[in-house]
């Protein structure tokens, strides 16, 4: 089992859905990150977070450390949406999942 | 928030050359940065942690005197890929480590990425 699942591994949605992508660990962390990354391979910072909510636009992260658990949550989706979303988690040094395509179409 | 930025953007160099990628803190000052390389439809892999002013800490597998780190100010790390071989071709990012007081503690963000092509 890794230490970082994702789900789902792909996810294919029409404009304007609501989307979550979920991400599980099992090990400890002081932090959580997803990261957005482009067909072309260009990686953004979307959040880290370390407990409760965060908001920004049109995306929503959560995380339950209790359940070692975070949702990422897209409101209205729209077609440049489409990217992989990655999951990391960790300290100093991070464990990645291995990414959720996620295509929005129009 | 803050941006970390990576330079050049993509590059194409002959086997044998060497190529150095460039690493910036842009508005803030990291105590740390990561340098991750990814291959195609896999997920990032840790190669290195570098502190300012220290020698790099390389991952099992990653050879030191192949990519070397030097990480000489809080705002800018570089890797350089000496003698590049085709099987380095690859997308390398970085990310940047610092302790922000006000967000609670420390955060991390991540570059765009650089795409190596070793012909």
């Known amino acids: 089992k890794n230490e970082v699942e994702q789900s789902p591994q792909n996810l294919t949605a029409q404009e304007g859905e609501f989307i979550t992508i979920n991400c599980s660990y099992s090990?400890?962390?002081?932090?959580l990150h997803w990261l957005q990354q482009h067909p072309g391979g260009g990686i953004v910072s979307l959040f880290m977070?370390?407990?409760g909510k965060k908001k920004h636009g049109r995306l929503i992260a959560t995380i339950n450390i209790q359940e070692k658990h975070s949702s990422l949550h897209i409101t209205a989706s729209h077609p440049r949406d489409s990217a992989v979303y990655i999951c990391?988690?960790?300290?100093?040094?991070?464990?990645f999942g291995a990414g959720t395509i996620l295509r929005v179409k129009s | 928030g803050a941006v970390v930025s990576q330079h050049p953007s993509w590059v194409i160099c002959k086997s044998g050359t060497s190529v150095k990628i460039e690493c910036r803190s842009l508005d803030f000052q990291a105590t740390t940065m990561f340098w991750y390389r990814q291959f195609p439809k896999q997920s990032l892999m840790l190669m290195a942690t570098?502190?300012?002013?220290?020698?790099?800490?390389?991952e099992q597998g990653v050879e030191k005197d192949k990519f070397l780190i030097n990480h000489a100010s809080l705002t800018l790390s570089t890797l350089t890929v000496t003698s590049a071989h085709p099987e380095d071709s690859s997308f390398y990012i970085c990310?940047?480590?610092?302790?922000?007081?006000?967000?609670?503690?420390?955060?991390?963000?991540f570059g765009p990425g650089t795409r190596l092509t070793v012909t």
């Open positions: 570098s502190n300012e002013g220290s020698k790099a800490t390389y």
């Open positions: 990310s940047a480590r610092a302790h922000f007081p006000g967000a609670g503690g420390y955060e991390q963000y």
């Open positions: 977070l370390s407990s």
């Open positions: 990391a988690v960790g300290g100093n040094k991070l464990v």
């Open positions: 090990v400890g962390i002081s932090a």
